[in-house]
């Protein structure tokens, strides 16, 4: 649960950098997992099949999110697809066109 202030908790954030990467099946839990803690996944949260589209809305807890992220080595290295300016996030499986 995110603190008082709606900010991601030092644990969740160590909880995604140290997720297991070892199937698709963990990239999903890991991109539902962040969901739940992600501000505006209503408006800035898009899934369609394995490709997860995402934006920051320029909220700082969203940003630590995504440094967690990209902590994850193995995620990052597998799954990230594209960032552009402004917050915009693409995950895929690397054999997967974005």
Do not use: C
């Not at 539902?32 to 800035?44: M, T, V």
């Not at 898009?46 to 995504?66: A, D, L």
């Not at 990209?70 to 697809?81: A, E, K, P, S």
């Amino acid at each position: 649960m995110p603190d008082n202030d709606g900010y991601p908790t030092e644990e969740e954030l160590v909880k995604i950098t140290n997720w297991p990467m070892k199937s698709l099946n963990d990239y999903h839990d890991l991109m539902d997992y962040i969901f739940k803690l992600w501000d505006y996944n209503e408006y800035a949260w898009n899934r369609t099949g394995n490709i997860y589209q995402i934006s920051t809305m320029g909220w700082s807890g969203n940003e630590q999110i995504i440094y967690a992220m990209q902590q994850n080595q193995m995620f990052w290295l597998f799954y990230w697809g594209q960032s552009t300016r402004g917050g915009h996030y693409i995950f895929a499986p690397m054999n997967e066109d974005i």
